[in-house]
């Protein structure tokens, strides 16, 4: 009795490992500068979740049960992300805004998604008896309880960068200017940089899969 609940715990541990990861590579899809293709970006990374779930809970992966099921369950946000893709045609201020609107909705819902999933499976539940009318009530719940963790994490990756710009070494050389655009130092912007040197041809999609993965320490 011992044994299997200390397998489940390892499970949920697991489990929410994955949720984590997913969140934070989602929220970096929501920041891509192209609208759609954040949004397709976005669903890639939550179906990639849901097959590493399957595995954890010893469950069969079906791709498109499991894109019937998060394109059933993420209508609403998915039209909210849409807007906020759009958003990132406006120059300047919409692009900003849009970007940050996006991660936290793309992180919440992907908060959503996991923890639907992962109650489901320790519950007896498989993706091929997935209720979606049952759990769409629990996915709008946890929704809720999404963007306050997205939100969170959005303002420690905001503060890990200021706090590496200011810890950024102040030039000595006279006429000598600090880098105002520092590398990336977060999940976020490391992933952000990814989509665009894929998108460029500069490294192939095989390479972008090793290092997201390498990334978010998959």
């Known amino acids: 009795m011992s044994e299997f609940k200390d397998v489940n715990q390892e499970r949920g541990k697991h489990a929410e490992t994955i949720i984590r990861n997913h969140i934070l590579f989602s929220m970096g899809a929501g920041v891509i500068p192209l609208p759609v293709v954040d949004i397709f970006a976005v669903s890639a990374s939550q179906l990639d979740m849901i097959r590493q779930l399957c595995k954890v809970y010893d469950q069969d992966f079906s791709e498109s049960q499991g894109k019937a099921i998060v394109s059933s369950l993420t209508t609403a946000t998915l039209a909210r992300l849409g807007a906020g893709s759009l958003a990132k045609l406006i120059p300047l201020v919409g692009s900003f805004v849009g970007s940050v609107t996006n991660a936290v909705l793309a992180g919440a819902s992907t908060y959503a998604l996991g923890h639907v999933f992962k109650i489901h499976f320790e519950t007896g539940g498989t993706i091929l008896d997935f ?88």
């Not at 009318?133 to 719940?141: G, I, P, T």
């Not at 306050?148 to 420690?156: P, Y």
């Not at 960068?161 to 000598?176: I, S």
């Open 131 to 218: 209720d979606t009318k049952r759990l769409k009530k629990l996915y709008d719940e946890q929704f809720e309880k999404g963007k306050k963790v997205a939100e969170e994490l959005r303002k420690q990756q905001e503060a890990k960068r200021k706090a590496a710009q200011e810890a950024a070494p102040v030039p000595t050389t006279p006429g000598e200017t600090s880098d105002e655009n520092p590398d990336p130092t977060t999940v976020v912007d490391k992933l952000k940089e990814l989509a665009e040197l894929k998108k460029e041809g500069i490294i192939s999609d095989e390479e972008f899969e090793k290092m997201k993965k390498k990334l978010i320490g998959e």
